[in-house]
């Protein structure tokens, strides 16, 4: 974590208190109304040359209605690439071409009077960067090769075959003679010079069999994807490797953008992009050769037929030789494509962003060169993970580490087995919240498609079958932005101060967000120890040092971790046996190994650390176990937490710690919560609603706050420490059922288990025994060190409960909880109620008692709620106009869902219908001491609530439940509910029609089964009435779609207010004697 300096110089303790209250009121008032720059992106694709003036005023103001912070254009292909469309709305625009600008001039001018971040994807299509400027002798090169197979003595002379040659373009590289066998790199004969330009080579062959290889390069074909029809077969990727050929890209388009964007570019045009590399293998560039012998200081030609599958030297040294041939094109690709690329946009004042994995490159380097790193991550569950929710891996662990503010996320991208118009919020929230717990602070949704369409036309342009439907097109737009709101909350606070992280990797993969990495760059240029933690020039800084999993290490980087911990690093991870490549063979494996006796020390059995200089190294532990035996604890630990339904990310800012938890199933959760933190309240801040409340119920123990919290299905919150807990008084720690029990503490011992050796920690546990109970975890942060360090340990206690003794022994790391002073309800929440008393809710009927920390016993009569009243029958429905339903309101004598309806309107309904019913509230459920709720059952998809004509918001994901106790009166009370469902339903109904244009062939996809499922076709033409903005012949279709998933025999999807509708009531008792 970062060093903060900024409150010395005041007296200690007002000083810290100052910064914890601005810290606080500044986190305070960002989640209150989040800035701008914390709002979600979205990737703004524009499909074909389908793109008008009016659409991109349509979508702007949609977003920035729907508080969307800024937008990335993207011009791919007309169904991104899946088919193709035979003609086009603008048949004008073209990329680049004048129509083209005077668009992305009026998408710039929008964004900027709207308040909108605009930038675009550096290149047609989504991957990666080229274009039509990009010729042959600058695209991605890879070697090739021709074998002739000769025998001597002779003298040989024919031409060799040109090795296989793409886009009529190839050069040379050498022509080398290879003995039969494996010969050593000085028995390869270089016959580049008795070969003429056609190939013809001229040679006295020597003794043996021999083959030549006549190796040269041309081009790897790869093209920037999905383009635009018309440039598509025109455009190259530029070659990566060359920082000319980049130049060359670069030139065509940042000169543009600014003469044609003037002094938008910078400001309110603010970034471009490098999405996922898509564009396969590169090894060759004209100036390959000579940078690969400056770099690794030999040349490679003797070597080349290590590729073609021979072996030079033997497989070890050609499998070295392969090391370095990698590692010079990942320099290369890092130096003149990622690095050129940030050189050019921050000359400019724009942030480049990007995806920095998938491709021949070090993913560790590119990640650095970001200004804002970003991942991927998919909304539905795919074949290739199991896991819910991105992960930000090396951009999210690089980007930390370099203390760039945003780590940004391509945001829910949808499987077409799944997101096909069926798709909506609730959809989204475990994988957003998984997403956020593990580091991201900006979802960049994917993906808010262009609409160039008349709006009567709906929901219009799709991106071929790919992506999540964001817009507003979708039939929960308007609904929907309560759904954006939860997402600026969230990024509101995750996007300040830092996330705490302790531990910093040289270029590990982190699994989440448990470290921060550096590439071997960063790692030999900046990293510095201070007071025996590693600091970067970020600020950040960490107790331990992680190495990768591999037997070798470049002689660079091993003097570096030898002066790392010579200055007092604490570094963990294996002994290095050799070094890289062949660079200075064999004399840097033979430094490598002296370093490693050095700073690993002697190689004895059983031994896990060694201290040289003023540090240490660790080997053979996890981070966690280093950590401990550093006396660090975890940031957060969650017990009991069953099948990780919760998952946490740590932050700071200023000095307030606070963290981000998140129950990421669809059912309840309840885990005990122990925070690195003491002397502050916790307070629990609901993204959701906004509100906040301090916690009424925690304990301190060996300076870590411990609190039980329960979470709904899906549910997430925030808990905050912002304020000091002096004030609190004597709060309550313990809630339970009444029954006191004593416990006493006879003996504690730590014993090694090879030798029985043994040190005395009675006191240390009779120090931590709380009110009559004990949670303890076993190991040498919280039991006063390592006494026998790298031997396993046991732990042995005996204690007296309730008169009888116990002696229980336990192994490290494990956990020891001794029943508390009572037994504790598991489900008991405590508040304060709006008179600011301590109360219990949740709570089962019956004496409840609560524990102070002065040891106070205090008592509650919780009563029986009243039954809930039944509100599932008489609806009033009033659907939309204008999509097939009755215009006429419409009674459900009992809730069912739409789909189920025989009437056809109904049935194929999509939109918005509104519920209303008179709910006659007895007395009984207004009685003081309940909480009354609203619990709409189940709902597809989204519900607007109002009672009493007091608006509620939306709730869109399960449970949907709203609290009403301050808003019911005794009598009747007027219940309005609108609900939205997705565009399935009304699809599968138009399905019914005769069909009015015309389709490509139909495709399917894999789902996560591996199954291939029906995933639909695109329009092979638009119609003539679509063009021309006329109606549409068919009076029986209500929508129209560039992609149709469905067919006439689809499932329906259960839509509507489904219930069963209820008015639910909570107990809510005051503890006899509230603590304050």
Request: aromatic fraction near 10%.
């Amino acid at each position: 974590m970062r060093m903060r300096t900024g409150c010395l110089g005041i007296v200690a303790g007002v000083a810290i208190g100052f910064c914890f209250s601005v810290a606080g009121g500044e986190l305070e008032a960002a989640f209150l109304k989040p800035p701008v720059h914390a709002l979600p992106h979205v990737w703004w694709h524009w499909l074909g040359n389908n793109v008008t003036r009016d659409g991109i005023t349509r979508d702007l103001e949609a977003m920035r209605d729907a508080g969307i912070g800024g937008a990335t254009v993207f011009h791919i292909a007309s169904h991104a690439g899946m088919q193709a469309l035979s003609n086009s709305l603008a048949d004008n625009v073209s990329y680049q071409n004048p129509a083209w600008w005077a668009l992305m001039r009026h998408a710039a001018e929008e964004a900027d009077r709207l308040g909108l971040e605009l930038g675009m994807h550096n290149c047609p299509g989504f991957s990666v960067s080229g274009g039509p400027w990009i010729t042959p002798e600058y695209a991605m090169q890879k070697v090739v090769w021709s074998e002739t197979q000769v025998k001597g003595p002779a003298l040989f002379s024919a031409r060799l075959p040109q090795p296989k040659t793409a886009l009529d373009f190839y050069r040379d590289i050498a022509v080398v003679a290879v003995p039969d066998g494996e010969p050593a790199a000085a028995s390869v004969i270089d016959v580049t010079a008795r070969a003429a330009a056609d190939g013809t080579c001229t040679w006295q062959v020597p003794e043996g069999r021999w083959t030549l290889f006549r190796v040269g390069h041309t081009p790897t074909g790869a093209r920037p994807r999905p383009a635009p029809e018309d440039v598509k077969n025109k455009s190259l990727e530029a070659d990566k490797l060359s920082a000319e050929a980049m130049t060359i890209h670069l030139e065509n388009v940042i000169p543009p953008l600014k003469r044609e964007l003037g002094k938008r570019v910078g400001t309110s045009f603010a970034h471009l992009l490098l999405d996922s590399y898509e564009a396969g293998q590169q090894d060759w560039s004209p100036r390959f050769r000579a940078e690969f012998l400056a770099r690794r200081g030999y040349d490679p030609v003797p070597w080349l037929p290590v590729l073609a599958g021979r072996k030079i030297g033997g497989g070890t040294l050609s499998a070295r030789f392969k090391e370095d041939m990698a590692l010079t094109v990942e320099e290369l690709f890092t130096e003149n494509h990622f690095a050129l690329f940030n050189k050019w946009t921050r000359e400019n004042k724009l942030a480049l962003q990007i995806e920095p994995y998938g491709g021949p490159f070090n993913p560790f380097e590119a990640a650095a060169v970001a200004d804002v790193p970003m991942v991927e991550f998919w909304g539905f569950p795919v074949p290739w993970t199991k896991e819910v929710g991105g992960f930000p891996g090396v951009a999210g662990a690089v980007g930390r580490a370099l203390g760039r503010p945003v780590i940004a996320t391509e945001a829910f991208t949808g499987m077409p087995t799944y997101a096909k118009w069926s798709e909506s919020p609730k959809d989204f929230k475990n994988t957003g919240d998984a997403s956020f717990a593990r580091g991201i602070n900006r979802m960049t949704l994917h993906h808010w498609v262009h609409q160039p369409f008349d709006p009567r036309f709906t929901p219009g342009m799709t991106m071929g079958w790919w992506g999540s439907h964001f817009g507003q097109v979708q039939t929960w737009h308007r609904p929907g932005k309560a759904f954006y709101r939860y997402l600026g909350r969230c990024q509101a606070l995750l996007q300040r101060g830092e996330q705490v992280v302790d531990v910093l990797a040289l270029e590990c993969r982190p699994q989440a967000s448990e470290l921060d990495a550096v590439p071997a760059s960063v790692f030999l240029r900046d990293l510095t120890v201070k007071d025996g933690r590693l600091v970067l020039p970020s600020g950040r800084s960490y107790a331990l040092l992680r190495l990768p999993k591999r037997d070798a290490m470049s002689l660079p980087v091993a003097r570096k971790v030898r002066e790392l911990v010579a200055n007092g690093a604490t570094v963990c991870g294996p002994r290095p046996a050799r070094a890289c490549g062949l660079a200075d063979y064999p004399a840097a494996d033979t430094e490598v190994r002296r370093i490693a006796e050095e700073v690993w020390g002697p190689q004895a059995a059983g031994a896990k650390e060694h201290p040289f200089g003023k540090g240490r190294t660790v080997w053979g532990k996890s981070s966690e176990e280093a950590l401990a035996d550093l006396g660090i604890q975890p940031g957060v630990i969650l017990m009991n937490n069953v099948s990780n339904r919760v998952l946490c990310s740590h932050r700071e800012d200023h000095g307030v710690p606070y963290f981000f938890l998140a129950n990421i199933t669809g059912e309840p959760a309840s885990v005990t919560a122990s925070f690195r933190v003491a002397g502050r309240t916790p307070e629990f801040w609901d993204p959701e609603t906004a509100r906040r409340e301090p916690a009424c119920l925690w304990t301190e123990r060996n300076g870590r706050t411990e609190l039980r919290l329960t979470f709904e299905p899906n549910q997430s919150r925030f808990v905050v420490f912002r304020k000091t807990s002096a004030a609190d008084g004597d709060r309550i720690v313990k809630v339970g059922v009444p029954g006191a029990r004593q416990l006493e503490i006879v003996k504690a011992v730590y014993r090694a288990k090879d030798t029985g050796e043994e040190k005395d920690l009675t006191d240390i546990v009779r120090a931590q025994t709380g009110i009559n109970s004990l949670r303890l975890h076993i190991d040498n942060s919280q039991l006063g060190g390592d006494p026998f360090p790298n031997r396993f340990k046991a732990f042995e206690i005996t204690y007296v409960l309730d008169g009888k003794q116990t002696t229980r022994i336990l192994n490290e790391r494990q956990w020891l909880v001794l029943p508390k002073g009572f037994s504790e309800d598991p489900d008991v929440r405590v508040g304060r109620n709006a008179a600011g008393e301590a109360v219990a809710r949740g709570a089962r009927p019956g004496t409840l008692a609560a524990l102070t920390r002065s040891g106070k016993l205090l008592t509650a009569e919780v009563p029986a709620p009243p039954p809930p009243l039944d509100a599932s029958g008489d609806w009033q429905v009033k659907f939309a106009k204008g999509w097939g339903a009755p215009e006429e309101p419409v009674t459900f004598a009992s809730l069912a869902p739409w789909n189920a309806s025989p009437v056809p309107g109904i049935r194929y309904f999509s939109g918005t219908a509104t519920y209303t019913k008179e709910v006659k509230v007895p007395e009984a459920l207004l009685a003081k001491g309940l909480r009354v709720f609203l619990d709409l059952g189940d709902v597809r998809e989204l519900a607007e609530v109002r009672v009493n004509a007091r608006d509620l918001g939306t709730v869109w994901h399960a449970p949907y439940r709203v609290e009403v106790t301050d808003l019911l009166r005794a009598g009747d009370n007027r219940l309005e509910i609108k609900v939205t469902n997705t565009w399935a339903n009304r699809m599968i109904g138009d399905a019914q029609e005769p069909e009015e244009c015309v389709w490509g062939q139909p495709k399917k996809a894999w789902d996560r089964q591996k199954e291939k499922e029906y995933t639909g076709c695109g329009l092979s033409v638009l119609p003539g009435w679509l063009k021309a903005g006329e109606a549409r012949p068919s009076k029986g279709r209500y929508t129209f779609c560039m992609w149709n998933y469905f067919t006439k025999e689809s499932t329906l999807l259960d839509a509507g207010l489904i219930g069963p509708v209820r008015l639910v009531c909570e107990a809510e008792a005051v503890f006899v004697g509230p603590a304050r």
